[in-house]
């Protein structure tokens, strides 16, 4: 049993495909429409072979409210660099091209060395050893 892919939902399918292809080399397939439910998605693939839908339809709803308290569901994607250099060189060039690194890099508790950044959706990611 393995994970076959991550789905999020976005208003945006261009801009959040271009921020997974230039922050974490990750590679799309061709663009897939349904007109009939007025619906399209890309799968961007990375080297190790995890896959990612990036997925739009019209009037999506909000999900992340305006409260400190997260939703059920979805927390995190979770994308491993390799070395405690390249988390810590990730959240340099975050930082150097104005993206927000809201925690990190750090030693965790339960072990992991990351940081966590946000995509252009808001959407939390761990860059993590």
Known sequence: ????HIA???RDLERLRSFYETYFQ????????????R???YFLSFASGARLELMAKPHLVDASGNSDTPPTGYAHLALSVG?????DA???????DGLPVVDGPRQTGDGYYECVVL???GNRI????
Not at 26 to 37: I, L, Q
Not at 83 to 87: A, I, L
Not at 90 to 96: G, H, Q, S
């Open 26 to 37: 990750a590679s799309t397939g061709p663009r897939y429409v349904n007109e009939r439910k």
């Open 83 to 87: 070395s405690r250099e390249e988390v």
């Open 39 to 41: 619906f399209s998605s």
């Open 8 to 10: 999020i939902w976005t």
């Open 90 to 96: 990730m959240a340099e060039r975050f930082r150097r």
């Open 126 to 129: 761990e860059i993590t050893v």
């Open 1 to 4: 049993m393995r994970i076959e």
């Open 119 to 121: 995509d252009p959706d």
